[in-house]
Each structure stands twice: as structure tokens, then as C-alpha cells.
């Protein structure tokens, strides 16, 4: 049975949660010692001043069972805003019943509503329950491109690098 499925959009007393999810979904992708985010970063980060990202929770029966953290991009090609999907997670006890796709629908609406031309996310390339489940709800890869990525020590050092002109 599968149960009465609600999202929500999450608010500041959900960052205990939040955090908690983020660290579960870190160890299934054996990602836990990335993890320096505290609840006071995504407090600020998610729900201050300038929120960079939003989150949305998902339910079984009253019970909280995943979450799904996403924001705006851009695409200058279609001249249109879209929404970049940073993660999607459900518990392992709650999976395959639906609330990943639930979670999935709610975006692409948001999505529709907020006049985007995209919704897009990155998979880990041996998460093959994923891979699957993605290609389920019609999710196209797109092997031409790889992602980049800055963070740290290089981050700090690119950061601070002169321009050209610059004393």
C-alpha cells in the first residue's frame, strides 16, 4: 500500500531536518565526509536575507520521508530561467512508493508555473537505481557535456588571482 504522499515547502524550523536528510543522502552516495553544511549555514543560506535555494518536503502518512533542494538557472539560448535540481532524496524505507516521483511532478509544475525552460540535475554515473528512475519519467542524459567544478584551496586561489591591470 502506498499511503497518502504530501509536499510541502519547507520553512526554517525544518533546518534540523533538512540537515539530517542531507547527511543521509551524503552516505548513500558515500559523499559524508563533503559534508560541512550546520544548521546555521542553511538557515542563513536557505531562509536569510537572499535565499540561494529552496526546498521542498515530502511525506507519507504524516511522516517525513524526503526532500528535494533546488534554484534558479538561467539558459541564454531560450531566454528563459530554469530550475536546476541540486538533490532529491528519499528514505530508504519509504522508496518505491512513489514519493520520488511525487517530488519530481511538484517541480516540473513549479517549473511550468514559474515560466521555465528547463529542469535539470546531475547523477552520480554508477547510481543505477537513479539512472533508471530518471530515465523512467522520460529524463534525457546528456553525455556530451561533463561537469566542472571549483571549491576550495582552487577556489580561494583562482579568487585571488590579479587581472590584468590590477596592482
Not at 10 to 26: G, K, N, S
Amino acid at each position: 500500500m502506498k499511503g497518502k504522499i504530501h509536499i510541502r515547502s519547507a520553512t526554517a524550523a525544518d533546518v534540523p531536518a533538512i540537515l539530517r536528510f542531507i547527511r543521509e543522502l551524503a552516505a548513500y552516495e558515500k559523499l559524508s565526509h563533503e559534508v560541512t553544511a550546520t544548521e546555521e549555514l542553511l538557515l542563513r543560506n536557505l531562509f536569510g536575507e537572499r535565499p540561494a535555494a529552496e526546498v521542498i518536503l515530502a511525506g507519507l502518512d504524516g511522516v517525513e520521508a524526503g526532500y528535494a533542494l533546488f534554484f534558479h538557472s538561467f539558459s541564454t539560448f531560450l531566454g528563459q530561467p530554469g530550475i536546476y535540481l541540486e538533490d532529491l532524496y528519499v528514505r530508504p524505507e519509504f522508496r518505491g512508493r512513489g514519493l520520488g516521483k511525487a517530488m519530481m511532478v511538484y517541480l516540473a509544475r513549479l517549473a511550468r508555473q514559474r515560466e521555465c525552460g528547463r529542469f535539470e540535475w546531475a547523477v552520480l554515473d554508477w547510481n543505477k537505481p537513479s539512472l533508471d528512475f530518471y530515465q523512467s519519467i522520460g529524463a534525457q542524459p546528456l553525455s556530451e557535456w561533463t561537469v566542472q567544478r571549483l571549491t576550495g584551496a582552487a577556489l580561494a586561489a583562482l579568487a585571488e588571482q590579479k587581472l590584468p591591470g590590477e596592482s
